[in-house]
């Protein structure tokens, strides 16, 4: 069936009640195009996401594509992709040779040297033999189809800028040997000494290692409108403690639903900062947000729904050898967050920090509004001559 990511929240006085009223997205199991989608038929009007609000009412968006570049926001905003490119359009679904792909393959655009915007002829399943390694200036765009990748190893960005992943479906994805040595993890999305990345409206679910996981000094990322899902160790931002490189690390992670089955790591970061901003969390087996090595975590505008069990109420879970005399230093601030059903975040450090002007990568909005309207989250089902 068609991801459905459509979340109604509805305006009710008594927090247990509305976390119930709460609908979880339909499970991620197949695609049908005979099925509702989530694109906008009949009209369409402003939510206050400005990313959404940016490009999907435009009917023609098929005709402009590269104005998504346009619409980042975060500390991922200056990501252009492969807007300065020629578009280039996958034709084949297969990976037969890694190391001289075919031409017509997503290794084979992924790979160039020049920017391209790399988009699709059809709905297809791309089972990988080892990792892509996505070279700088690129838009992977899987709008107007079912593109997956899946059941295979996933995408790598290794020592690159400038690269847009927006309308994938990234799941079970698993550990291989690369042909010029070495192993992939197994992540959905692997990001390495990289910047100015941009990932959008994907769904992502089942995979070995971590859904997304940037580290060894990326910065600059923006992780927006995306649907996880079913998957224990979600995001890991920062390398080691050790990795004092991760310093500089700036993450913006903004409008995305952590959905059914996930346990921890939404996400665990070190060393760096990181925005939390207008998210949706339901449910988590562990903890939500998660780190060591005193990175400052700037919580905002987010919706948090505890599970029944009262050993998980608490959004918060720190790493300290020197335990709470170590992290009640380190800058951790909740603000305008809703919590429900008993969800609660523990604050640290100095709640006037100037770290947090520092790190306010973009404008939250009320976490009360989230029940008043409703986002779409992980994949669209784009319809041509419709807004998306």
């Excluded at 068609?2 to 305006?11: A, G, R």
């Excluded at 008043?372 to 419709?386: A, E, K, R």
Aim: glycine share 8%; net charge negative; proline share 4%.
């Amino acid at each position: 069936m068609s991801i459905v990511c459509t979340i109604f929240l509805f305006l009710l006085t008594a927090s247990s009640a509305f976390a119930s009223a709460f609908p979880k997205p339909a499970p991620v199991t197949h695609w049908s195009t005979s099925e509702t989608s989530n694109s906008t038929t009949a009209s369409c009007s402003a939510t206050g996401n400005p990313i959404d609000d940016c490009w999907r009412c435009d009917k023609k968006w098929k005709s402009n594509r590269k104005s998504l570049a346009d619409c980042a926001v975060g500390f991922g905003r200056d990501s252009v992709g492969g807007r300065a490119g020629d578009f280039y359009t996958v034709t084949d679904s297969g990976d037969e040779d890694p190391l001289n792909p075919s031409p017509g393959t997503l290794r084979y655009a992924a790979t160039q040297d020049q920017p391209l915007w790399i988009i699709f002829d059809r709905d297809m399943v791309i089972t990988l033999k080892e990792d892509i390694q996505v070279t700088s200036y690129k838009t992977i765009d899987g709008r107007g189809n079912n593109v997956q990748i899946a059941y295979g190893p996933c995408l790598a960005l290794y020592q690159v800028s400038n690269v847009i992943i927006h309308n994938i479906y990234i799941h079970h994805c698993v550990p291989a040997k690369r042909s010029l040595g070495g192993y992939s993890d197994g992540d959905g999305i692997s990001i390495f000494e990289s910047r100015d990345v941009w990932i959008d409206h994907c769904t992502l679910e089942k995979c070995h290692d971590g859904l997304i996981d940037a580290v060894g000094g990326s910065t600059d990322i923006t992780i927006s409108n995306n649907y996880m899902l079913n998957h224990n160790e979600v995001m890991l931002l920062g390398h080691s403690d050790e990795f004092v490189g991760d310093r500089d690390m700036r993450v913006s992670i903004a409008f995305n639903y952590f959905g059914e089955g996930l346990v921890q790591r939404m996400p665990r970061c070190r060393h760096g900062f990181f925005h939390i901003v207008n998210n949706i969390y339901r449910e988590w087996e562990m903890y939500a947000i998660g780190g060591s090595a005193n990175p400052t975590i700037f919580s905002q505008g987010n919706v948090f729904i505890a599970s029944d069990n009262q050993f998980t109420k608490e959004v918060t879970k720190r790493e300290s050898v020197d335990g709470d005399d170590e992290w009640k230093e380190w800058n951790w601030k909740s603000e305008g967050d809703e919590m429900l059903n008993g969800a609660f975040f523990t604050p640290s450090g100095n709640e006037d920090s100037p770290s947090y002007t520092k790190m306010s990568s973009m404008v939250a909005r009320p976490a009360s509004l989230l029940k008043t309207t409703h986002p779409s989250v992980g994949v669209l089902s784009c319809q041509i001559d419709q807004p998306c």
